[in-house]
């Protein structure tokens, strides 16, 4: 790389006029080839990973930014924290993901370089809360239902254990896919002829139920016989679910 204090230095008074098109050409290539301080270089920003949970650390890498030189961040427009470019720029972040009350946002990471701030890069992360929706929870309590859940972040099958005093049914729902670990299923939770009472239903990670939980989503769900308006009075099962935990 040319220093253009280094470039040669022509004088047109000096210069014999056969010779004024090569010299010329020779200042154009030396003003090419010198470092443009003020120019906006390539600069990146990417994350580890691109959906995160609650509490999990996010990591972010940039590069490209100027060597020893300080790169600000930004979350959606306000200024986070600040750092130094290491000697190849490169520069590394890490915060926590905070708790979220939607299924799933994004977060829009800004980092600038404050030696020349045009060199600025973008990444976007999704937050993803841990949830499961279960969908009819009225009807006969043994119909397939569809389950949808999101945010399982520690193992790869999800599952459903079903517990009624100290009796437990475990159901293999699927395997967890995509950045934030989501699965969407059509299953049947309870047999038929399921009798009535109080049951816990927890969805987590762990094949066997006596298992440490972890992360989980519990639902209290309570079955009932009830007396269908009809014309042989037939007898009916309701069901009534609340979400324990989520």
């Known amino acids: ?13 000096e210069v014999p006029v056969w010779t004024r098109n090569a010299a010329l050409s020779l200042v154009v290539l030396a003003l090419a080839l010198a470092p443009a301080a003020s120019s906006a270089q390539h600069v ?6 691109s959906c995160y949970g609650a509490r999990q650390v996010i990591s972010l890498t940039g590069h490209g930014f100027t060597p020893d030189g300080d790169v600000s961040l930004s979350i959606e ?12 720029g490169v ?8 708790a979220i009350p939607f299924a799933v ?36 309590p043994s119909r397939t239902r569809r389950i949808r859940a999101r945010g399982f972040f520690g193992g790869d099958v999800l599952y459903a254990h079903v517990r009624r005093g100290d009796r437990t049914r475990d159901v293999r729902l699927g395997a967890l896919g995509g950045p934030c670990r989501s699965l969407d299923v059509r299953r049947r939770l309870f047999p038929p002829g399921v009798d009535t009472g109080r049951y816990t239903l927890r969805f987590d ?12 989503v519990t639902y209290a769900v309570t079955i009932a016989r009830a007396r269908r308006a009809s014309a042989a009075s037939a007898t009916g099962v309701r069901e009534g679910w609340r979400l324990m935990t989520p």
């Open 91 to 98: 520069f590394s972040a890490t915060m926590r993901a905070p």
């Open 77 to 88: 427009g306000q200024q986070v924290g600040m750092g130094i470019a290491d000697y190849d």
């Open 44 to 49: 990146t920003l990417s994350p580890e990973r």
């Open 1 to 13: 790389m040319v220093d253009p204090r280094e470039a040669p230095h022509f004088s047109t008074l």
């Open 205 to 216: 990670t762990n094949p066997d139920s006596s298992a440490r939980a972890g992360r989980n």
């Open 105 to 140: 946002v994004s977060l829009r990471f800004t980092a600038t370089d404050q030696t020349y701030r045009l060199n600025r890069a973008t990444a976007t992360v999704r937050l993803a809360s841990l949830g499961v929706v279960v969908t009819p929870r009225t009807g006969d």
